[in-house]
């Protein structure tokens, strides 16, 4: 691409304000083609809004943002006409429908025709080989393929609608780490085939790999903005917070108590004949690559899954296996990793959600009692960080970490005498993801068995009293703090062989 039709979008001045809350505050940068633009910022920090402007999805309430030189348009439809398209996190695509039709939604040359389909076919195929998707049969259907290509194929779409600018709202936050890999490489990739790319994530070590600029919201404000070799993790991270990071993930030596949570044999849906335990005031992690079955294990403990064999005991009592309800009861409760789909009620306000089918505490003779409700939101939001504004607020209109936070908070809040976390950190920014594992660790000496999985192995291991490494469905190793090593945890879990201080069962 000559340098003359480089695309440049720029914003000026822009700001939003929802009701009296101010959340973009005169933000101003420019980004052009062939260059990666990273944008980080806390939690709340105005990320996610600023996106939905240049998106058309929503109206700046003051500010400028042209394309060109020209003003960007106002509309959705018309913003991808312009050349500006939006991944978000959540995918967009139609499982039932076959590549080929995802592809082409909003694309479809209208009307049949053979030498239309066949026009349909080549933009199609052209658009998947610019994402290295060139080799899938056009005909499969989206379920059957992984969570990253999925994630291309949404990618593709855009490039065949003529992208020139393309905007990522955390991409990879829920993909598997080696699925993180092709999804860099293909947004390198378009960045060599002269598009412009706005790039935002938690995960900072992407931006010093990918990324030519960074620009540093905080508070609806840009407090920084610069070429990515003028920052370091430390001076990044203090441009966010406005401090600096003291840990990022805290360890506290607890005292064990005994045998919660037994779990024997347990076969179910991607998990073969697992046996774990946890102990009182232990947290437990699971350690596996991506599909190695750590979320479906943590789901046929909680009850979501029908067991085929195997037992679960709470107490040395049994619990009915294959039941939410029975598992809930016997005191298992489970934070699931995807909050928009089964972990919150996205219209209902904070306050709600926090007390979800547990009243107690904040109801009277039977009576809800408003004032004790927005007393305890208002603790809860306190000790977990959760930017609000009030706790009537509708959950929806948290960030994404923030409603992370709440899921967090509503499943420590009950007590449960055995918690299962789904990656609890999940699209939380580096300030805060040390709170969240400070109040599962209080969870934790209070007595109640803790077993969490998350993404990042990393993590795992610097929370940890003992981890389950799985392959496949199965548990192969279980280690305990004293013998984490992280090189050989990885090597174990990419389905190598144990050598010491470990048993394969
Ligand atoms: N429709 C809305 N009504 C009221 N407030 C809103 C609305 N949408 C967003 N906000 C508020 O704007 C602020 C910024 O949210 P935004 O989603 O942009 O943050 P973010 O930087 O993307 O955070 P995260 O890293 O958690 O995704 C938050 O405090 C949020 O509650
Ligand atoms: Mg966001």
Redesign the pocket.
């Known amino acids: 691409m000559k340098s003359t039709d480089t695309v440049r979008l720029s914003l000026e001045g822009v700001s939003k304000t929802?009701?009296t809350?101010t959340?973009l505050n005169g933000v101003g940068f420019a980004f052009e083609g062939g260059t990666i633009t990273g944008l980080v910022?806390?939690?709340?920090?105005?990320?996610?809004?600023?996106i939905r402007t240049l998106a058309g999805a929503i109206e700046p309430t003051a500010g400028e943002i042209t394309i060109d030189g020209r003003p960007l348009p106002r509309s959705a439809k018309a913003v991808i006409d312009a050349g500006v398209s939006v991944i978000y996190q959540e995918l967009t695509d139609i499982p039932d429908m076959s590549l080929l039709e995802n592809v082409l939604l909003g694309n479809l040359t209208a009307r049949g025709g053979v030498k239309r389909q066949a026009e349909n076919r080549r933009r199609a195929r052209a658009g998947l080989e610019r994402v290295g998707l060139g080799q899938i049969d056009l005909g499969t259907a989206i379920r059957e393929l992984t969570m990253a290509q999925r994630q291309l194929a949404e990618i593709a779409r855009c490039l065949i609608r003529n992208a020139r600018v393309l905007i990522l709202?955390?991409p990879t936050s829920s993909l598997p780490e080696a699925d993180v890999e092709t999804l860099l490489h293909v947004v390198t990739d378009l960045r060599a085939q002269g598009i412009a790319i706005l790039y935002?994530t938690?995960h900072l070590d992407e931006l010093f790999r990918i990324s030519d600029r960074l620009v540093v919201?905080r508070d609806?404000h840009k407090v920084a903005e610069g070429p990515t070799s003028d920052f370091d993790e430390k001076s990044l991270v203090r441009a966010m917070l406005a401090k600096d990071l003291e840990q990022a993930y805290p360890y506290r030596d607890r005292r064990l108590g005994k045998t919660v949570l037994r779990v024997e044999n347990l076969t179910a849906a991607g998990s073969k004949g697992n046996s774990v335990t946890a102990r009182a005031g232990e947290v437990v992690g699971l350690v596996g690559l991506a599909g190695a079955g750590r979320t479906e294990l943590l789901r046929a403990i909680a009850g979501a899954h029908s067991v085929s064999s195997g037992s679960v005991s709470v107490d040395d009592k049994a619990v009915p296996t294959g039941s939410l309800g029975k598992a809930l009861q016997a005191g298992i409760m489970y934070a699931p990793e995807d909050r928009k789909r089964d972990g919150l009620v996205l219209d209902g306000s904070i306050e709600s959600n926090l007390v979800y089918g547990d009243y107690h505490g904040v109801s009277r003779w039977g009576l809800l009692n408003f004032r004790a409700l927005a007393r305890k939101a208002r603790d809860v939001a306190q000790r977990y960080q959760v930017?609000?504004?009030s706790p009537s607020?509708a959950v929806g209109?948290?960030?994404?970490?923030?409603q992370q936070k709440i899921v967090v908070a509503r499943l420590s809040e009950r007590e449960p005498r055995v918690a299962l976390f789904d990656d609890p950190t999940r699209?939380v920014?580096v300030g805060a993801k040390a709170g969240i594992y400070d109040r599962i660790f209080d969870l934790a000496e209070r007595g109640t068995a803790v077993l969490v999985c998350s993404s990042d192995t990393d993590e795992v291991l610097a929370v940890a009293d003992r981890v389950y490494v799985l392959v496949s469905g199965s548990v192969v190793a279980e280690i305990t703090r004293d013998q984490f090593e992280r090189e050989q945890i990885l090597h174990l879990s990419a389905g190598g062989n144990a050598t010491n201080g470990t048993f394969t069962s």
Do not use: P
């Not at 209109?397 to 923030?402: E, R, V």
């Open positions: 929802f009701g809350n959340v910022g806390e939690n709340g920090a105005g990320k996610s809004t600023l709202d955390e935002v938690h919201l609806g930017r609000m504004y607020q209109d948290l960030s994404g970490g923030n699209g920014d």
